[in-house]
């Protein structure tokens, strides 16, 4: 049975710090680049909503369900964006990353594949993982192609799963990366990296 303990995670020019009220600021002026809110498929904190929006991830910490960081860029030194284990389930091993999300200025950079190398390794590595799980939005055709293009396998969709921020009902797209694959994923996120390839996302 896995066990999560809050930690940071550095590498490659990112470092995922523990999410505090002390990272506040920094996400309010990262949602600010792009206007992140405004996007209905996603779960982005919009003016003033920072400190609720870490209350609320810290609280999930607390209840044993999540594991939130804030994404530290190391070259600018800014706070970009935030992340998170989620939907946690200790006695089947699995974890999902999900609650993603970066400035503007930093989509299509590496910085996403550096985040979900960072915790995949740390997932199946350190904690002893036999699953990650991602999901995104069936109309948020971007996070699709970002996941896909980790190498991660569709496992399928759950029809009118879940609440957006609008009230809408949508379908979430299901995906995963089993401790078996890890190793091959492991090398093509790695080569990705090397190559320099832009990320979808």
Known sequence: MIELHSTTIE??????????????EGLEAAAADGELWKLFFTSVPGPGEARSYVEAALAGQEQGHMLPWAVRDLASGDVVGSTR??????????????????????QRTHINTTCKLLLMTHAFETVGCGVVGLRTDNLNFRSQRAIE??????????????????????????????AEEWPAV????ETRLWRGAKDPR
């Not at 590498?11 to 506040?24: A, F, I, K, N």
């Open 11 to 24: 590498g490659r020019g990112v470092r995922l710090e523990p999410l505090s009220l002390d990272h506040v």
């Open 186 to 189: 492991r090398k093509h996120l």
């Open 85 to 106: 284990y989620h939907d946690v389930l200790p006695a089947v091993d699995r974890v999902e990353i999900g609650y993603t999300w970066y400035a503007e200025r930093c």
């Open 149 to 178: 293009a980790l190498g991660a396998k569709k496992d399928g969709v759950i029809r009118h799963h879940a609440l957006r921020t609008d009230g809408s009902v949508r379908d979430s797209v299901m995906y995963s990366v089993t």
